[in-house]
């Protein structure tokens, strides 16, 4: 359980987002969560979110598309008119290859993944600096980290996602002031709900396993749980991080 209580939660229909709504909702909590188009998956997971006490907002929109950020955040300053914590857990993987990408390609990972964050982040920054205790956590990937020959290696994806994991840097000292802290967590290979789209096939994943040293994929609660703690009062020193939580990959 977190101290703060306003919340939003984007891509929360499944997995990392699913686990961190599961993780917050309680009789004190005002949760607005998003989706890009997994209208009853997210439904399903703002009615047991309801179920627990909290007061929850929908909204869907792809993040890629200039306006969905500010839309988001100005339907949770209607329904619950404070923010104290934004957490931008959307994203994709662009599964191609140097030579199979182009350049709308990559201008859509850039959107999606970064230019998004920076767009959230402004659209917020007036409710959380009324914040007693204001936080951003955003999801990075460790394809901006592990680049190796054995591996699978999508280079629109790793830019997109690294390009985050700066602006967190840099956020954290314009926002410092206001007392909000900004941090990124990192995700290793993490177990994708059952019925949701892999990006890997399972032969991949299985050879996967033996590059993690813990011997495992990571579950959506492993990371989701690292999440709550960052918008927790006892993360309230700890800004401009990247903390990685993918079992040593």
Request: hydrophobic residues 45%; proline residues 3%; negative net charge.
């Amino acid at each position: 359980m977190t101290d703060q209580t306003a919340t939003i939660i984007t891509g929360a229909a499944s997995g990392i987002g699913a686990a961190l709504v599961r993780r917050l909702a309680n009789g004190s909590a005002q949760l607005t969560l998003h989706t890009r188009h997994s209208v009853e998956r997210l439904e399903a997971v703002a009615q047991a979110a309801r179920q627990a006490g909290a007061q929850v907002e929908t909204v869907t929109g792809d993040l890629a598309e200039a306006g969905t950020g500010a839309a988001i955040v100005a339907a949770h300053h209607a329904r619950f008119g404070s923010l104290d914590n934004l957490v931008a857990n959307a994203g994709f993987p662009l599964l191609k290859s140097l030579d199979e990408m182009t350049a709308s390609d990559v201008a859509y990972a850039f959107a999606g993944n970064s230019t998004s964050f920076f767009e959230l982040s402004q659209q917020a920054q007036p409710m959380l600096e009324r914040s007693a205790s204001g936080r951003i956590v955003a999801l990075g990937s460790f394809t901006s980290h592990v680049f190796r020959t054995d591996m699978p290696q999508f280079p629109a994806s790793a830019a997109s996602k690294g390009a985050i994991e700066v602006a967190v840097k840099s956020l954290s000292l314009a926002l410092g002031a206001d007392g909000i802290t900004v941090n990124c967590v990192v995700p290793g290979y993490i177990e994708k709900d059952a019925g949701t789209a892999d990006g890997l096939d399972a032969k991949t994943l299985g050879e996967m396993l033996s590059r993690i040293p813990v011997g495992r994929l990571g579950k959506p609660d492993d990371v989701a749980g690292t999440i709550a703690f960052l918008l927790s009062r006892d993360a309230s020193y700890i800004t401009g991080q990247v903390l990685h939580v993918s079992g040593g990959l």
